[in-house]
């Protein structure tokens, strides 16, 4: 299995705060790698598809980058919603697993 | 419109099986390039990959749950149906399935999820 890490695992910021987080792959997997954003109770949301991709209806806010084994989601300007766990998974290999989720909080 | 919905028990016993259905509206599972996953998440915790179906029939498990689960599909209800057996208290989850999208003809991700369901295993 590709092993997938993220970090930091939680991560406190303000409303306006410019957010980094990374997703790291145990192999090489080109741009397959998808981000998630997850909020109490509710499913997952795509965000970003094929490392940098938005999704449909998805703020310009949210960007992501990388290939190969390291990529990015970036949050340009935090807003109160943006508040959530967010998860990185690969689609090079099945399984098509997940990191174990950045939780960003308010500070 | 994509539109996915669970549904399955809430409570098993602990070795009986687990049967979930999930049924979808907006698209087709006969259409080329088209799958239906299936994820779960315990309580607080991470999300899991567990496996999919492809529009060919081609399904893909998680190894580490393989010899346990089943995914089928019928095209014809728009149901694709998940069972997983021996089923132990440490699967007690929220269970998903979603959409998987592909983009270019390479670039696969879940865009449309259902609301998910939680089936607790407990005597």
């Known amino acids: 299995d590709i092993q997938m890490t993220q970090s930091p695992s939680s991560l406190s910021a303000s409303v306006g705060d410019r957010v980094t987080m990374t997703c790291r792959a145990s192999q090489s997997i080109s741009r397959y790698l998808n981000w998630y954003q997850q909020k109490p109770g509710k499913a997952p949301k795509l965000l970003i598809y094929a490392a940098s991709s938005l999704q449909s209806g998805v703020p310009s806010r949210f960007s992501g980058s990388g290939s190969g084994t390291d990529f990015t989601l970036t949050i340009s300007s935090l807003q109160p919603e943006d508040f959530a766990t967010y998860y990185c998974?690969?689609?090079?290999?099945?399984?098509?697993?997940f990191g174990q989720g950045t939780k960003l909080e308010i500070k | 419109q994509i539109t996915l919905k669970e549904s399955g028990p809430t409570l098993v016993k602990p070795t009986q099986t687990l049967t979930l259905t999930c049924t979808f509206s907006?698209?087709?599972?006969?259409?080329?390039?088209?799958?239906v996953g299936w994820i779960r998440q315990p309580p607080g915790k991470a999300l899991e990959w567990l496996a999919l179906?492809?529009?060919?029939?081609?399904?893909r498990y998680s190894p580490s749950l393989k010899s346990r689960l089943t995914i089928t599909k019928d095209t014809s209800k728009n149901q694709v149906v998940l069972t997983m057996t021996n089923m132990d208290p440490v699967d007690t989850a929220t269970y998903y399935c979603?959409?998987?999208?592909?983009?270019?003809?390479?670039?696969?991700?879940?865009?449309?999820w259902g609301q998910g369901t939680l089936v607790t295993v407990s005597s």
């Open positions: 907006g698209f087709s599972l006969s259409t080329s390039g088209v799958g």
């Open positions: 179906i492809y529009w060919d029939d081609d399904k």
């Open positions: 998974q690969q689609s090079y290999g099945s399984p098509h697993t």
């Open positions: 979603a959409h998987l999208q592909n983009t270019g003809g390479y670039y696969s991700s879940l865009g449309q």
